[in-house]
């Protein structure tokens, strides 16, 4: 993992490079690519999400969202991601390491959707493994947790396939499509080993 300063439209914007994607934080020329995506995923990605408000996919709600992650990074409160494929700089899905907790606990909440076209391809594994080092080696965190869905088999073997322990189960944890659901929690250390993919 390598992070790097962007050019004079993202100075203040973190780069990380994985292993054939890059994370960087969303801009406005990011917005059509990021709205066919998700307009496109919808029916994939509503199951996993919270509710989606009716004006999501509005150039104007974007741009507070923008605004919104330039405060949460600012304040080292949260660092949203887009995850682009190396090459040819395709959108392939969003990472956010948030509610960053510092003190005695030095912690954040990760979080992640892949694009519906783009998901089982193994594109997450890389970014999760490239979003770690950076919550590790740059924000200096101790400890990154992870919560899904109990009958979300494609983000628990992902979790486990990065190297995320499963730790616990929380009843009615996070509110999911519209319901309170159970979650799965897991969390990677600082001291774990981040694991790579398995020999083919």
Not at 182 to 199: C, K, N, S, W
């Amino acid at each position: 993992m390598a992070l790097f300063r962007l050019g004079p439209s993202t100075d203040n914007a973190n780069f990380i490079r994985g292993d054939g994607v890059f994370l960087r934080p969303a801009e406005m020329r990011d917005f059509d690519s990021w709205a066919r995506l998700r307009e496109r995923s919808r029916q994939f990605l509503v199951p996993w999400e919270p509710t989606w408000p009716a004006d999501d996919l509005t150039r104007a709600s974007f741009r507070r969202r923008l605004r919104r992650h330039s405060e949460e990074i600012d304040n080292d409160e949260a660092y949203p991601f887009l995850i682009f494929r190396d090459g040819d700089n395709v959108l392939l899905g969003g990472l956010t390491l948030g509610q960053m907790r510092r003190g005695v606990a030095q912690a954040a909440t990760l979080g992640y959707w892949m694009g519906e076209p783009f998901a089982g391809k193994g594109y997450m594994a890389r970014a999760v493994r490239a979003a770690a080092g950076f919550a590790f080696a740059t924000l200096r965190l101790h400890r990154v947790e992870a919560a899904c869905l109990p009958h979300n088999e494609a983000s628990v073997r992902l979790l486990e396939r990065v190297g995320f322990q499963r730790e616990g189960y929380a009843r009615a944890y996070l509110r999911i499509n519209g319901a309170w659901q159970d979650h799965f929690l897991f969390a990677l250390l600082e001291t774990d080993t981040v694991r790579g993919p398995a020999p083919r």
